[in-house]
């Protein structure tokens, strides 16, 4: 008869952790914990303003207002660009030390009784000689890029909402083969986090180079790997039960008892504020304490799975708890004067209707073969405000509608615009995967602003290898020979070429579109500024507003996306599900007050 194996002594030491250990070094460093956050939060935001500073001198030191996606190239030839690009790797680097690596520290002081802010900043500045080599180049890219990315991981808050734009996603997702290549891309990046969870923690805890603590940490995961998953599984469990209890003991019954015991609708409105301003506190506060509690947790296991006692010590202190309760009731106090304001002033506070226009994405979006006529006449009958197109220059100097650099994907044909007359271009046959069976035309631009004219106002992109000057000249006498200058923008992810248009032809409306930019972006020679979504802020759109500027988002198409950017300050979102944004607008429109407050916080 075979017996089990005797566990470990390591292992014993693991399983003995219950959640009594793990909650009371957290539970009773809160004022603790509190001060920390707030002292690193403001070391951070002081080097990002003298850093931001610094490169919106260089900046202007080159006769720019702005870096934009559609304008970087001075980047490698100018004396400015290596400068701006260390500022940029440096605030990098900042975060990594303050806002990650002061965590690690302070969870291990913590952890052992003895949180020392000063210290925690001290060990972090110092702590940058041991990440200044080639060994930790990998380590700083991964957190920082691809562990956002793949939702796994350590990171920093100046990149943890990272994701993939749109734009990439969308193409991912259209082609199997660039699908499974992505899904393996992840499941590779996230074995390797798993793998390597414990490398910072080894290089600052027990002093290791970057390389030994990466061998020690796949070394330890691959002996503890199931005590690493018990401990993610029993993190989210927490996480459930905390935020039930949370919707049943501060939602659910005062909301029951409100209802029954107040009648008059002010009244409701008052109490139902306090409520929900409480929960939202209450949320608020996980996610503050989140990330310091997730580290507290991933530091005790590390010492665990490394057979090392931590010797907590819980110090109360007094002056500090009554500094906590000093704070609560001012918050109290706050979300009384907050919901009384609310229950008589909630309209002249918020908006709760839909501003925000919608533009069809290449022609008709995904309702309607792409780039067509029959695009363009479908975007009419669901009423978008406009429509969105490509032009490209043929061969003999015609201009049709078409998105990519060849016909390949809706034409089946490899051939580039550029390569072909129009009589060729007019041979070819679209054929939409999204629409099989049907097929249509190749557009000419005549054509498209024919069926546009005085119904639809018209987004016209410059696009491809011959988005140049000579499309400009000829896009503008086009649009002036069918008498539709009020009724068409032209659009450009160059910049260059809409500062051409918008100098020689101020008449002409002109929008650029930029993935990224840093500076003074809504000082650029455009009427309307077409921002990507991770590039589309509250602060943008206000700065792009007093600047006298419109404001797009592109391209919206996740239900989540269009609620966000149709309740923002956005005059326009370009999307590809024209329907969806319609049917969201209604739903909008017709919002509860929670729900607009709700919206309001979370997005």
Request: hydrophobic share 45%.
């Amino acid at each position: 008869m075979e017996t089990k194996p005797e566990t470990t002594e390591k292992e014993a030491k693991i399983e003995k952790r219950n959640w009594r250990q793990v909650l009371r070094p957290y539970i009773g460093n809160l004022p603790d914990i509190t001060r920390f956050n707030l002292f690193s939060g403001a070391i951070i935001a002081v080097v990002s303003f003298i850093n931001k500073q610094l490169a919106l001198f260089l900046v202007r030191t080159t006769g720019r207002d702005a870096i934009s996606t559609g304008d970087f190239a001075f980047l490698f030839k100018t004396w400015q660009g290596p400068f701006i690009l260390f500022l940029g790797f440096l605030i990098i680097f900042v975060y990594f030390i303050f806002d990650l690596i002061g965590q690690i520290l302070f969870s291990e002081q913590l952890l052992r009784g003895k949180p020392d802010i000063k210290e925690v900043i001290k060990g972090s500045f110092f702590s940058i000689q041991k990440f200044l080599n080639w060994d930790s180049v990998p380590i700083i890219l991964y957190i920082a890029l691809i562990a956002p990315l793949v939702g796994f991981g350590f990171t920093i808050s100046l990149t943890d909402s990272l994701y993939l734009p749109n734009f990439i996603s969308s193409v991912i997702n259209s082609v199997p083969l660039y699908r499974v290549l992505y899904w393996i891309f992840i499941a590779v990046f996230i074995f390797i986090g798993v793998f390597n969870i414990f490398t910072l923690h080894g290089i600052l805890l027990s002093d290791l180079p970057a390389n030994i603590a990466d061998d020690e940490s796949r070394k330890m995961m691959k002996e503890n790997w199931r005590h690493f998953l018990k401990a993610q599984l029993n993190f989210v469990l927490l996480n459930v039960v905390y935020y039930t209890l949370q919707f049943i003991f501060v939602a659910l019954i005062p909301a029951s008892l409100v209802l029954l015991l107040i009648k008059d609708s002010t009244g409701l409105r008052f109490a139902g504020y306090i409520i929900l301003f409480i929960n939202l506190s209450l949320f608020t506060l996980m996610l503050t304490y989140f990330k310091t509690f997730y580290m507290m947790c991933m530091t005790q296991l590390y010492h665990q799975c490394r057979g090392e006692e931590v010797h907590f010590e819980l110090r109360v202190n007094k002056t500090k708890w009554f500094m906590t309760m000093a704070m609560l009731m001012i918050e109290a106090a706050f979300l009384i004067g907050m919901s009384f304001i609310l229950a008589n002033y909630f309209d002249q506070i918020f908006t709760t209707k839909v501003n925000t226009q919608v533009i069809a994405h290449r022609a008709g979006g995904v309702e309607a073969p792409e780039n067509t006529v029959a695009g363009i006449e479908k975007a009419i009958e669901l009423g978008a405000y406009g429509a969105e197109i490509d032009i490209q220059r043929t061969k003999d100097g015609y201009y049709i509608v078409n998105h990519d650099s060849s016909f390949s994907r809706l034409c089946n044909n490899k051939a580039k615009p550029e390569d072909l007359t129009l009589d060729e271009v007019k041979d070819l046959i679209i054929r939409d995967p999204n629409f099989p069976g049907m097929e249509e035309d190749v557009a000419t631009f005549e054509e498209v602003l024919d069926a546009s004219k005085d119904k639809i106002i018209l987004f016209v992109e410059l696009k491809g290898n011959t988005a140049d000057e000579q499309m400009a000249e000829d896009a503008v006498r086009i649009i002036k020979e069918k008498g539709m200058e009020k009724q068409c923008v032209l659009i450009s992810l160059k910049y260059p070429l809409i500062n051409y248009i918008e100098t020689k032809y101020p008449e002409m409306d002109t929008a650029y579109l930029t993935f990224a930019s840093f500076g003074n972006t809504q000082n650029l020679n455009c009427d309307y500024l077409g921002l990507e979504e991770e590039a589309a802020t509250d602060n943008m759109f206000s700065v792009i507003h007093q600047s006298g500027k419109k404001v797009m988002v592109w391209t919206p198409n996740e239900l989540r996306s269009q609620r966000k950017f149709l309740i923002s300050q956005a005059d326009y979102i370009i999307t590809d599900q024209i329907s969806m944004a319609n049917e969201t607008i209604k739903e909008l429109n017709k919002r509860k007050d929670y729900e607009v407050i709700l919206d309001w916080v979370f997005y």
